[in-house]
């Protein structure tokens, strides 16, 4: 008896996502990723492809139907940075849609081929001139509690480049001195990455008079102050950081000023030990 021959599959026969594909595949994204800000942002890219993808009937979830959805995005005049993270969705959801067999590897693989939107020269962020980052850390002092601690985040924000959740999440026990200078040892970051950060002089210095003052001793370094000055609780939100950076801006005129502006990427990020900061931004140094 002959055998009954079949006929070979497309290459191409995982083509098409449906509802419960995308949303297995969204949520594996999901998982992947350790930080809460980074799962937040993509969920959101996410849930914005599959409405604009389950809009009208498409034959294919593939190249051609990102290209239009970058196409979509820059039609509604986006910046070349969201629209760079909403590509970046799209491909770790094909990725992952490849590994669970919903998605032929090379449909993923074509979607990963799209480029993003361009960046023309743009000047990223609010930079900060020296004056003004003397401004920053002046009209934050205070002979308070809330004062001190203001005046020490806001350093470490300068001094160090710290994100606001690395910020938040310092101990006293990751403040160490290592080869005559102090640091923030085996700092965990985005992605968790793991990095030491050196620390200048003038900030630890004011990390010394917040924790001296609030009697901080171990753990967490950034606390809460209540209105009538009481140090309180197990540490603050990154949140807490939003309104400590508008609030000094404010005092210090400086508009539209965001915590990750105060986040200099290196090398442009220039310290020496010393006392009082004479530079921001692109140049962060002290006197000697």
Not at 39 to 51: C, L, N, R
Not at 81 to 96: D, K, M, Q
Not at 204 to 220: L, M, P, S, V, Y
Request: glycine residues 6%.
């Amino acid at each position: 008896m002959a055998r009954k021959q079949t006929k070979p599959r497309s290459r191409h026969a995982k083509k098409i996502l449906r509802i419960p594909g995308l949303e297995h595949s969204k949520h594996a994204v999901l998982n992947s990723l350790p930080a809460k800000s980074s799962q937040d942002a993509y969920g959101s890219a996410i849930d914005e492809i599959i409405a604009w993808y389950c809009s009208e009937p498409r034959l294919a979830f593939n190249r051609t139907v990102v290209l239009r959805y970058r196409f979509y995005l820059e039609e509604r005049n986006l910046a070349a940075s969201t629209i760079n993270v909403r590509l970046a969705a799209v491909r770790r959801l094909a990725y992952e849609a490849a590994d669970a067999g919903l998605l032929s590897p090379e449909l993923a693989a074509g979607i990963a081929r799209v480029k993003g939107a361009k960046r023309l020269g743009v000047r990223i962020g609010n930079w900060l001139t020296a004056d003004q980052g003397k401004a920053l850390l002046q009209g934050s002092w205070a002979d308070t509690s809330r004062g001190r601690r203001d005046r020490a985040i806001l350093a470490v924000l300068l001094g160090c480049g710290l994100r606001r959740a690395e910020s938040v999440a310092i101990r006293v026990e990751d403040l160490q001195l290592r080869e005559e200078h102090w640091v923030i040892a085996d700092l965990i970051g985005k992605g968790r990455h793991v990095r030491t950060v050196p620390v200048p002089a003038w900030v630890k210095k004011a990390i010394d008079e917040w924790a001296t003052h609030a009697r901080i001793t171990e753990g967490t370094i950034f606390r809460r102050v209540n209105k009538q000055g009481v140090v309180w609780g197990n540490g603050i939100k990154p949140k807490a950081i939003w309104h400590v950076v508008k609030a000094a801006a404010r005092r210090a005129g400086i508009p539209n000023l965001a915590p990750h502006d105060l986040c200099a990427p290196l090398p442009y990020f220039r310290r020496r030990t010393g006392t009082d900061p004479v530079s921001t931004r692109s140049c962060v140094s002290t006197n000697d």
